[in-house]
């Protein structure tokens, strides 16, 4: 059995590593944002004040025209074999859009709109990097572990994971906020993540269920953040931690 104290150790490097670079956010807006807490969003600049002059909000989404390029492993995978890259970069949308609706729709001082007039901030959100999970791989990693050698290896499959980049899954997105006319920024976040390192992962049977639950922890993190700049507290855009005991 693997001790509690062996799990806390690997906190520190199961969170994904940032995105090599920005790539729908415009350069001169990029350089204004800094770098979050551990449980931030990787990158992120708001002008407070500003933004609390708006009490509507519009959502754009979309995939990056030039997306980040994945390695060569994370191209190996066999969904790739029977998915259609513009059919699911359009779930995705689909999917991000929903979700941020979902969020928005919770906010106790933003009213979601389809139009936007001059009370309306616009929020783009970009989707710039995808790595699906390797499903096969995820499943012998998964099933190994109810063997008494797989069990004893749980550590070092926990360390691999938490280290690999894409592990289970990852994607990356860019955020901008401006007025409604789009000319003004109000704002910018970026963030890359991936699956949180697990003793257990019924997420690891599918290729894209991790996808989508990090793209629902980012819609919840961006709503409750401006919700708390619009009531003048700290806004942080935390993100799950990259733990769980089963996921």
Request: some cysteine; proline content about 6%.
């Amino acid at each position: 059995m693997v001790l509690p104290g062996v799990a806390l150790l690997l906190l520190a490097g199961c969170r994904s590593a940032p995105a090599e670079k920005v790539v729908a956010i415009p350069e001169a807006l990029a350089t204004w944002m800094e770098p979050g807490e551990p449980d931030e969003f990787d990158l992120r600049w708001t002008n407070d004040d500003a933004i609390r002059k708006f009490h509507k909000i519009r959502l754009k989404v979309d995939f990056a025209a030039v997306p980040l390029e994945n390695s060569w492993w994370d191209r190996v995978n066999i969904v790739y074999l029977f998915d259609n890259d513009g059919e699911r970069q359009e779930q995705l949308i689909d999917y991000a859009h929903r979700s941020l609706c979902e969020a928005f729709a919770k906010s106790d001082c933003l009213t979601l709109v389809d139009k936007a007039d001059p009370e309306t901030m616009i929020l783009h959100f970009v989707i710039v990097q995808v790595v699906p999970n390797k499903p096969v791989l995820g499943a012998l990693n998964n099933l190994s572990s109810l063997t008494p050698f797989g069990a004893m290896a749980i550590p070092v499959k926990m360390t691999l994971h938490s280290l690999t980049p894409s592990s289970g899954g990852a994607i990356a997105a860019e955020a901008m906020l401006t007025d409604s006319s789009g000319e003004v920024y109000l704002g910018a976040m970026a963030d890359r993540a991936k699956a949180p390192t697990a003793f257990f992962s019924v997420r690891a049977f599918t290729p894209w269920w991790n996808i989508e639950k990090i793209i629902d922890r980012w819609s919840e993190s961006i709503a409750a953040g401006l919700d708390d700049i619009e009531r003048e507290r700290t806004a942080r855009f935390t993100t799950a931690p990259g733990f769980a005991w089963i996921n």
